[in-house]
């Protein structure tokens, strides 16, 4: 097995670990007292088992390194810059925890506490990832379209969600299902770049070089003139 094959296999396992946590932590505890309709993903950082706390940030860790997989496969130098942005977001929210959805208002302050850098290093993944989606597009499946299209609506629903719900004084209802939306879509959308659906390594999108034949090389021989 080569080199990019492996990295495709972690990158895969990866995939997996994320899903499987976030599965797990909706039934530990803290977790089971949080809607997942309106919570978010990120406050499984705030529960009282230190198991949760970690578990959540192997999650952000295992997103990471799916962001920089995708990134080394990525077609275009932009799309690859991008999807790095959002692995380096993704990294620094492992070391900011998030502030509860509670409906207290948002407030970035200086110097910016814990919540607020977590917020913006939330603001950089997502953004980096959709940026980089984007910029694949031509290359993209039919599938992969797909995911796009459901993570930039979600994406665009929790926004006016959240502006919504800072105007009313309240805490961000169905936020929680918005962004546990936009997750699995970005997750599906790299797992189809890395060709799970047929079962391979090798990249869904393949370079076919064209075909040479003799009466076209015969005319283009004549068009270039005598040789010298």
Wanted: hydrophobic share 55%; charged share 15%; glycine share 6%.
């Amino acid at each position: 097995m080569d080199a990019e094959a492996r990295w495709r296999r972690l990158a895969k396992v990866a995939a997996l670990a994320v899903i499987l946590i976030l599965v797990a932590e909706h039934f530990l505890p803290h977790g089971v007292d949080l809607n997942p309709v309106d919570h978010w993903l990120s406050e499984y950082a705030l529960s009282r088992l230190a198991f949760a706390r970690w578990l959540i940030r192997v999650a952000f860790a295992a997103l990471a390194t799916v962001a920089v997989v995708v990134a080394q496969s990525a077609k275009s130098r932009l799309s690859r810059w991008a999807f790095l942005t959002s692995a380096a977001g993704l990294a620094s929210m492992i070391l900011f925890d998030t502030d509860p959805n509670d409906g207290r208002p948002i407030r970035f302050l200086w110097p910016p506490t814990a919540g607020n850098l977590h917020q913006i290093a939330l603001y950089v993944a997502i953004g980096g990832a959709l940026s980089g989606m984007v910029l694949a597009w031509r290359n993209a499946s039919a599938l992969q379209r797909l995911c796009l299209s459901v993570s930039a609506v979600a994406t665009a629903v929790q926004v006016c969600l959240v502006a919504v719900s800072q105007a009313c004084h309240e805490m961000t209802h169905f936020g929680g299902i918005t962004e546990r939306l936009v997750v699995l879509a970005m997750l599906a959308w790299a797992i189809l770049e890395f060709g799970v659906y047929n079962g391979s390594c090798e990249e869904p999108h393949t370079f076919s070089p064209p075909r040479w034949s003799w009466p076209g090389a015969i005319r283009q021989r004549r068009r270039m003139g005598p040789l010298r």
